[in-house]
């Protein structure tokens, strides 16, 4: 049974920083693109940042970049995402997803390519607010 257990949510002040973990059991991550996805009040999910299977080539959607930064540990079958500078706007329901290695793209990391993730963890709330 493949099981992603997003932590690291919470509620932090503007300008704060938070690391979000996803540890992985039931397949190797080092054969799998993984995404984080993040859902806001009302809106759809929508991707945020990408990671390939193999090159550690990444992907950030523009209202991350600079931001945020997502790595793996294929030792450990985890991917994280330090999150800097956190505004309100990113305030959210962040998931971890995991899916057969594509070419990360505005395409495949973004709301149109959710159907490319396999695998889906529960969801982390991270809220900004002072």
């Known amino acids: 049974q493949v099981q992603l257990v997003e932590s690291g949510g919470g509620l932090v002040q503007p300008g704060s920083s938070l690391r979000l973990s996803c540890p992985v059991s039931g397949l190797s991550l080092d054969n799998y693109m993984v995404g984080w996805f993040r859902q806001a009040p009302g809106m759809e999910r929508d991707g945020v940042s990408c990671i390939s299977s193999s090159d550690d080539n990444t992907y950030y959607t523009d209202s991350v970049k600079g931001r945020f930064t997502i790595s793996r540990d294929n030792a450990k079958n985890t991917v994280a995402r330090q999150m800097n500078s956190l505004e309100p706007e990113d305030t959210a329901v962040y998931y971890c997803?995991?899916?057969?290695?594509?070419?990360?793209?505005?395409?495949?990391?973004?709301?149109?390519?959710?159907?490319?993730?396999?695998?889906w963890g529960q969801g982390t709330l991270v809220t900004v607010s002072s």
């Open positions: 997803a995991a899916g057969h290695p594509r070419a990360l793209t505005d395409y495949t990391c973004s709301r149109y390519g959710i159907w490319l993730y396999d695998y």
